[in-house]
């Protein structure tokens, strides 16, 4: 589950609630679910399709309510995920065994019943769906009959988690204190959601002997928020989660650029200084979520060995030498090679990059178990490589945000050059 979920699989209903009859007017609540909206259908942090986001502002009917959360949950397909969230006033009905009820605009406190949703229509719809991800969200305060149990030693979170906890399903509550369920003095957001849409759009960065995690999970952002609430006096958010919920990866992590750097040269800056990566070149060959490897461009290093097929030698650019391509698995061949303009992909070639209009798919690696025939009317040149150098996930992207490493704009046919050794030096020169 450390993968987000597939957008197009998933759905998302967003419930506020800002204006009330009986109760205090929440006018943050309206920005809560537009800025929700607007950044889960962010490719860049999720980009869910807008007819699975299904904003519910102000309704009426707790029917109403209900029936687009059980769609959704009939729509979500099991690779995907449910995600309901209600943000509004949180009322405790005395009369039905202290059930959870989320108030709707017209929702009497003395009989929350009678125009409020049962936190157990969510639950069973929520329950009812094939999905394996199914996150609930409750940014409510807890009113009613709360300050009794709050008086026992519970806080308003713990009660309304407690009540509100689904088998299968992983829950967040915010539960303030009615006076804080407002957004603080400034602020556009409720306390709770402001500090989760921050988190998420700043994404996170762990300590500097940690892989930056490509995605959140509700726990680091249970995390997250919790300790930012806590230190601006703000009442702590509840996680209840069973089995993997709380690995459940809500969207991609901000801090880690996620376009693809694959056929991406990078080189090291003058004042870096690294055993492997000071003053050197390198070619990414692949660039993703479980990190990246590539190959050093500046350091030919012998002779091709005699086992290496004749029928390629021809095809390799000059020096005709076997480079050091890094310290890992340096028990055989990497083959770099470019294709000539318009030709097929030949058998066993694997493009760094996806084709465009600038043709960046001649560009990739070939395999050697078997020699192919007719190379000479499809490869341009080629380069061969003995061992790679490897990156976690995240690690590739702090080099670049340090400034340790910068990424060539200079085309990709630079790899190739007849003076690797002097690579660095140019690339230096054309920044």
């Given at each position: 589950?450390?993968?987000?979920?597939?957008?197009?699989?998933?759905?998302?209903?967003?419930?506020?609630?800002?204006?009330?009859?009986?109760?205090?007017?929440?006018?943050?609540?309206?920005?809560?679910?537009?800025?929700?909206?607007?950044?889960?259908?962010?490719?860049?942090?999720?980009?869910?399709?807008?007819?699975?986001?299904?904003?519910?502002?102000?309704?009426?009917?707790?029917?109403?309510?209900?029936?687009?959360?059980?769609?959704?949950?009939?729509?979500?397909?099991?690779?995907?995920?449910?995600?309901?969230?209600?943000?509004?006033?949180?009322?405790?009905?005395?009369?039905?065994?202290?059930?959870?009820?989320?108030?709707?605009?017209?929702?009497?406190?003395?009989?929350?019943?009678?125009?409020?949703?049962?936190?157990?229509?969510?639950?069973?719809?929520?329950?009812?769906?094939?999905?394996?991800?199914?996150?609930?969200?409750?940014?409510?305060?807890?009113?009613?009959?709360?300050?009794?149990?709050?008086?026992?030693?519970?806080?308003?979170?713990?009660?309304?988690?407690?009540?509100?906890?689904?088998?299968?399903?992983?829950?967040?509550?915010?539960?303030?204190?009615?006076?804080?369920?407002?957004?603080?003095?400034?602020?556009?957001?409720?306390?709770?959601?402001?500090?989760?849409?921050?988190?998420?759009?700043?994404?996170?960065?762990?300590?500097?002997?940690?892989?930056?995690?490509?995605?959140?999970?509700?726990?680091?952002?249970?995390?997250?928020?919790r300790d930012a609430m806590l230190r601006r006096g703000f009442e702590r958010p509840e996680m209840r989660a069973r089995d993997f919920g709380a690995a459940i990866a809500l969207v991609h992590n901000a801090r880690l650029p996620r376009h693809d750097l694959a056929g991406s040269v990078l080189y090291a800056a003058p004042w870096f200084i690294d055993d492997e990566l000071g003053q050197r070149a390198v070619l990414v060959l692949r660039h993703n979520a479980t990190g990246s490897l590539g190959v050093c461009l500046t350091r030919p290093d012998r002779e091709i060995p005699p086992d290496f097929p004749d029928r390629w030698r021809p095809l390799i650019s000059t020096p005709a030498m076997l480079f050091h391509g890094g310290p890992v698995a340096r028990d055989g061949y990497i083959v770099l090679t470019m294709l000539r303009a318009g030709a097929a992909h030949p058998l066993r070639f694997t493009p760094l990059r996806p084709p465009d209009e600038e043709g960046a798919d001649r560009l990739g690696t070939i395999a050697l178990s078997q020699i192919p025939e007719d190379l000479e009317d499809t490869v341009d040149t080629m380069r061969v490589f003995v061992g790679y150098l490897g990156w976690r996930p995240g690690e590739l992207e702090d080099y670049i945000e340090r400034g340790e490493l910068i990424v060539s704009r200079r085309p990709t046919r630079q790899v190739f050059t007849e003076r690797p050794g002097e690579l660095w030096q140019s690339l230096q020169a054309a920044r």
């Open positions: 589950m450390s993968e987000v979920a597939a957008a197009a699989l998933s759905q998302v209903v967003l419930i506020g609630v800002s204006g009330y009859q009986h109760l205090p007017d929440l006018t943050p609540v309206r920005n809560n679910v537009t800025g929700l909206a607007d950044l889960l259908g962010d490719p860049a942090y999720w980009g869910v399709p807008p007819g699975n986001v299904h904003v519910l502002l102000d309704p009426e009917s707790p029917g109403e309510v209900s029936r687009v959360v059980r769609e959704a949950a009939a729509a979500t397909e099991r690779d995907g995920l449910l995600l309901v969230y209600f943000s509004g006033h949180g009322l405790v009905d005395p009369a039905d065994d202290d059930k959870l009820i989320l108030a709707l605009p017209a929702c009497d406190p003395d009989a929350p019943h009678e125009e409020g949703l049962p936190y157990d229509w969510v639950r069973w719809a929520v329950a009812g769906t094939r999905a394996r991800r199914r996150l609930v969200i409750l940014d409510c305060c807890y009113s009613g009959r709360a300050d009794a149990e709050l008086g026992s030693g519970f806080t308003g979170t713990d009660a309304v988690a407690d009540k509100a906890a689904t088998d299968g399903t992983c829950l967040l509550v915010s539960a303030p204190a009615n006076r804080r369920a407002r957004a603080p003095h400034g602020e556009i957001h409720t306390a709770f959601t402001g500090e989760l849409l921050r988190f998420l759009r700043e994404g996170y960065q762990p300590g500097p002997r940690e892989a930056t995690p490509p995605a959140l999970t509700v726990e680091t952002i249970w995390r997250s928020v």
